[in-house]
């Protein structure tokens, strides 16, 4: 596990042994950064309550009600669906910074910050918050960027083997995608996984051994997920096998991240009709999770958002 001191120098130009040290070992935040950070992260969960109030006025909850299905095993896949991400990042920033329990929900804030606001606005707010509490790193950009540039390394990683099994259906036309623009998204991922890793050694401050743990966890959380995916859909749809689902779930996946490819719904039902031969029900199916998740995002923002306004002020 990482000290503080092992951090701060894997950090260059970070000189935290200059810097005076408060009772956790760490060194002291600057008392007008931290009251600044503070200021960015209360804002920011400002922004979140109003694009909350904001959706909740477009929520049919009477119809979400009616689609909700109602088998358990659906809602412990959903909870774990929803809460892999956060859960994996604890996981790392517990390793890094021994991060306190209470830190989760600034994790589940972050995430729905992504969701409704603007995507890695709530990376900022959680280096806000992080930057605000002398009892973590006093320098947390360089992890926090490191785990966020790891995670879309390890998300192209699992794009390019996901593409590799579904080539057979690119080849064919199956997925609706020319062969020019197949073969474009491929080198676009594949460029942008290759500049990260010529420059590595610039982009990265954390040491290997870390990095390489990171990678790990972000793996197993891809995997995770998509597990999951499959039994949420199977429980509500049981007469399609477990298997099917998977390779729903993985191409979807692998349709979402792919680059320059437009109308990526139209792109899903097709398959859908191609493998299960009737697209009604799954197209329900995803409406449902697509609203499950929007008021999920809107009551955890709702809650996080509140508790942030708190949590920040106290900070300061």
Not at 93 to 108: K, N, Q, S, T, V
Not at 116 to 123: N, V
């Amino acid at each position: 596990m990482l000290e503080t001191a092992d951090l701060c120098a894997s950090l260059p130009g970070e000189h935290c042994r200059d810097q005076p040290m408060n009772a956790a070992g760490a060194p002291a935040a600057d008392a007008g950064q931290s009251r600044w950070a503070a200021l960015a992260s209360m804002a920011v969960s400002l922004a979140l309550l109003v694009a909350v109030a904001f959706q909740f006025r477009d929520l049919d909850t009477a119809e979400m009600a009616r689609l909700l299905p109602s088998a358990p095993q659906f809602w412990l896949a959903f909870a774990g669906y929803y809460l892999a991400l956060p859960i994996s990042e604890w996981v790392i920033y517990r390793r890094l910074w021994h991060f306190p329990p209470a830190g989760f929900g600034a994790l589940l804030r972050k995430l729905v910050s992504n969701e409704l606001l603007l995507g890695y606005l709530g990376e900022a707010q959680f280096y806000a918050w992080a930057r605000a509490r002398g009892n973590l790193d006093a320098a947390p950009f360089g992890a926090i960027k490191d785990i966020t540039i790891l995670s879309a390394l390890t998300g192209n990683l699992a794009t390019l083997v996901m593409l590799v099994l579904a080539w057979p259906f690119v080849t064919a036309g199956q997925l609706g995608v020319e062969g020019t623009t197949a073969f474009a998204a491929l080198g676009i991922v594949l460029l942008t996984s290759l500049v990260i890793l010529l420059f590595r050694q610039k982009l990265f401050t954390l040491p290997r051994r870390e990095l390489l743990l990171i990678s790990g966890i972000h793996l197993v959380r891809i995997a995770a997920v998509l597990f999951l995916s499959a039994v949420m859909w199977q429980a509500v749809l049981p007469e399609v096998a477990l298997t099917m689902w998977l390779v729903l779930a993985t191409l979807r996946q692998l349709i979402s991240r792919l680059p320059l490819m437009p109308n990526k719904d139209v792109v899903f039902a097709g398959i859908t009709v191609l493998l299960l031969g009737n697209s009604a029900q799954v197209a329900a199916l995803m409406a449902m999770m697509a609203v499950l998740l929007l008021a999920t995002h809107l009551l955890v923002g709702t809650l996080f958002g509140l508790v942030g306004l708190f949590d920040t002020e106290k900070a300061k």
